[in-house]
């Protein structure tokens, strides 16, 4: 079966699970979807706060910038509470 997914639906598909994502990997994270400018919807871990909300901008220093930027992988340090989304 070759069935391709388009950007569309793997976003659909990643709203959808947010909130079970980090059950799923079994993972004490925060995890976040955002369309470019935007964030969509967000779920905090049990120690991990993202401090963001749906509809917050995503700031252009932000490791998640950087990410859509590049198209690779981008982390940064959360320290003392803050975070580096917004």
Do not use: H
């Amino acid at each position: 079966m070759d069935s391709k997914v388009t950007g569309k639906e793997l976003m659909e598909a990643l709203i959808v699970i947010t909130p079970w994502i980090a059950d799923i990997l079994q993972v004490d994270m925060g995890f976040a979807v955002t369309d470019k400018e935007k964030f969509i919807i967000q779920k905090d871990g049990k120690t991990v706060k993202l401090n963001i909300s749906p509809g917050d901008p995503v700031n252009p220093k932000s490791a998640m910038a950087e990410a859509m930027k590049t198209k690779k992988y981008a982390s940064k340090n959360m320290n003392n509470g803050r975070n580096n989304f917004n």
